[in-house]
T-cell receptor
Framework: EPEVTQTPSHQVTQMGQEVILRCVPI?????FYWYRQILGQKVEFLVS????????KSEIFDDQFSVERPDGSNFTLKIRSTKLEDSAMYFC??????????FGPGTRLLVL | QKEVEQNSGPLSVPEGAIASLNCTYS??????FFWYRQYSGKSPELIMS????GDKEDGRFTAQLNKASQYVSLLIRDSQPSDSATYLC?????????????FGTGTLLAVQP
């Protein structure tokens, strides 16, 4: 069964450094998302991406964040200058239509 | 601000019993509703989706939707210890351009052997 994959599974970085989180969505899916979950808290929407552009972003998704689909398979989230409060689990999700979303295993980001 | 509310639990049920999980949502125009299961340290796993009022059954799981009351529930029949996890209610958009999911805090279910 096809699934969303994410790399790396864990990332430790120093405050102020740039990180890139990578995702390979399910191959015939057209809608792509990033969510994050701070330890012990809700899953929060960050951004949605369709037809090679951002379709919606949350207040969390400020100028420090960007997304890209550099080729036909990868979907990346870049955080330009990480802060301590960016420490969280980051989930990529994809969907064939605009509704049902399937989540990847996540990248645990720790900012020191 | 759209809200999704769940009782955080823990909800403790004996093995073989029915577990009933509940969720309310604030945005009356929401059209799609989902239940995800999340084991500790893992990602959300889709269990059920429901779009119309009434019941939808899939194996041991039944989702129930009442749009007038803005209420979604999930019943798990013949609960197993492996069902012990956090169950996340998620609400989608209004069928238009918005398709982000708004999640509740989740209900922790503990099935006792």
């Amino acid at each position: 069964e096809p699934e969303v994959t994410q790399t790396p599974s864990h990332q430790v970085t120093q405050m102020g450094q740039e990180v890139i989180l990578r995702c390979v969505p399910i191959s015939n899916h057209l809608y792509f998302y990033w969510y994050r979950q701070i330890l012990g808290q809700k899953v929060e929407f960050l951004v949605s991406f369709y037809n090679n552009e951002i379709s919606e972003k949350s207040e969390i998704f400020d100028d420090q964040f960007s997304v890209e689909r550099p080729d036909g398979s990868n979907f990346t989230l870049k955080i330009r200058s990480t802060k301590l409060e960016d420490s969280a689990m980051y989930f990529c999700a994809s969907g064939q239509g605009s509704e049902t979303q399937y989540f990847g295993p996540g990248t645990r980001l720790l900012v020191l | 601000q759209k809200e999704v509310e769940q009782n955080s639990g823990p909800l403790s049920v004996p093995e073989g019993a029915i577990a009933s999980l509940n969720c309310t949502y604030s945005d009356r125009v929401s059209q799609s509703f989902f239940w995800y299961r999340q084991y500790s340290g893992k990602s959300p796993e889709l269990i059920m989706s429901i779009y119309s009022n009434g019941d939808k059954e899939d194996g041991r799981f039944t989702a129930q939707l009442n749009k007038a009351s803005q209420y979604v529930s999930l019943l798990i029949r013949d609960s197993q210890p492996s069902d012990s996890a956090t169950y996340l209610c998620a609400v989608g958009g209004d069928g238009g351009a918005t398709n982000k999911l708004i999640f509740g805090t989740g209900t922790l279910l503990a099935v006792q052997p």
